[in-house]
């Protein structure tokens, strides 16, 4: 069992910039993170694995940065030039060995984003 508690996130006027982490239990292999705006479905953002492989939706693509600290067991996404449609509750999702998906998932940390 791994739990996952994110922390970072807040209300913020778009262009600016946030942190979240999200810190694990325990190590994982791969770690990611999700967003749900009300109404809409949820959205992958980027993931990372243990070997520094990172992936990113296209709608953060240069914005986003995705970052882990093996030895502290937590994701980063440090998000820039936030816009409106950034607002969302963004979850942090793990997979504790290689041949696993995401089967954990933390409760989320909300992100407003206004003009």
């Known amino acids: 069992e791994v739990q996952l508690v994110e922390s970072g996130g807040g209300s913020v006027q778009a262009g600016g910039s946030l942190r979240l982490s999200c810190t694990a239990s325990?190590?994982?292999?791969?770690m990611a993170w999700f967003r749900q705006a009300p109404g809409k479905e949820r959205e992958f953002v980027s993931a990372i694995t243990s070997g520094r492989r990172t992936i990113y939706g296209d709608s953060v693509k240069g914005r986003f940065t995705i970052s882990k600290d093996n030895a502290k067991n937590t994701l980063y996404l440090q998000m820039n030039s936030l816009i409106i449609e950034d607002t969302a509750m963004y979850y942090c999702?793990?997979?504790?060995?290689?041949?696993?998906?995401?089967?954990?998932w933390g409760k989320g940390t909300q992100v407003t984003v206004s003009s």
């Open positions: 325990r190590y994982c292999y791969r």
């Open positions: 999702a793990a997979g504790v060995d290689p041949e696993d998906g995401y089967n954990y």
